[in-house]
């Protein structure tokens, strides 16, 4: 069972950064490195919806058109974890943040095989 963790999310107001984390702790760099990483969110009362994801190889990345522009995802294999540097936050951003793992690169929650439990973001106007 692979274990992925999120860390960063916390209350902030509008306009304001996160950087939210997510680790690998069941796979060694050379197993996490052909992973494609994804985030999502699931806003309170909303489905779960793609907000970004990044190839396995760090240099391909795909954003939703809402944070586009304003997020932006990275990952480090040598510490297997995958980033969002969230910018210029707004109140539609709230919503627990999930990462996810893939062999797809898609943005279709069905193709991600390990998921995260999730971190809160909540951002106030």
């Known amino acids: 069972q692979v274990q992925l963790t999120e860390s960063g999310g916390e209350s902030v107001q509008a306009g304001d950064s996160l950087r939210l984390s997510c680790t690998d702790s069941?796979?060694?760099?050379?197993?996490?490195?052909?992973?494609?990483m994804g985030w999502f969110r699931q806003a309170p009362g909303k489905e779960r919806e793609f907000v970004a994801r990044?190839?396995?190889?760090?240099?391909?990345?795909y954003y939703a058109d809402s944070v586009k522009g304003r997020f932006i995802i990275s990952r480090d294999n040598a510490k297997t974890a995958v980033y969002l540097q969230m910018n210029n936050l707004t109140p539609d951003d709230t919503a627990v943040y999930y990462c996810?793992?893939?062999?797809?690169?898609?943005?279709?929650?069905?193709?991600?095989?390990?998921w995260g439990k999730g971190t809160l973001v909540t951002v106030s106007s």
């Open positions: 996810a793992q893939s062999n797809m690169w898609s943005n279709r929650a069905s193709d991600y095989l390990s």
């Open positions: 069941e796979h060694p760099e050379h197993s996490y490195s052909t992973f494609d």
């Open positions: 990044i190839g396995a190889d760090a240099e391909n990345t």
